[in-house]
């Protein structure tokens, strides 16, 4: 998993506009309107994504289609996966030993 993953999506902003890629890809115009942005606010923001490689863009004509690149995100479910697995490895290691202590 890489930081600047996060760090991308830290900011409100460009999580809004992930959000709106997800549903389908969008002209920087198509995302600016959405979202109440000017067009230089989201060129900004898309610029930041890219960068972190989140997002790709093709031409379309005149426009830049902008899209979710997938990989980032699938290592991101996975390296929070491992915080899951090893929350609940925590609780059930320490139901186990209230079990055998006959604590339950």
């Known amino acids: 998993m890489n ?4 760090l991308a999506i830290a900011e409100p902003n460009r999580l809004q506009i992930v959000e709106l890629l997800r549903e389908e890809p969008r002209s920087v115009n198509d995302i600016a309107h959405r979202l109440h942005f000017s067009q230089p606010q989201a060129s900004k923001h898309l610029k930041v994504l890219s960068a972190a490689g989140l997002v ?4 379309k004509a005149q426009k830049r289609i902008y899209g979710l690149e997938p990989q980032p995100f699938a290592d991101l ?8 697995h090893a929350h ?3 609780r059930f290691d320490k139901l186990e030993q209230q079990l055998k202590k006959g604590e339950v």
């Open 77 to 84: 479910q996975a390296w929070l996966s491992n915080f899951d």
């Open 88 to 90: 609940w490895q925590q």
């Open 3 to 6: 930081a600047t993953t996060l």
């Open 56 to 59: 790709r863009s093709r031409a």
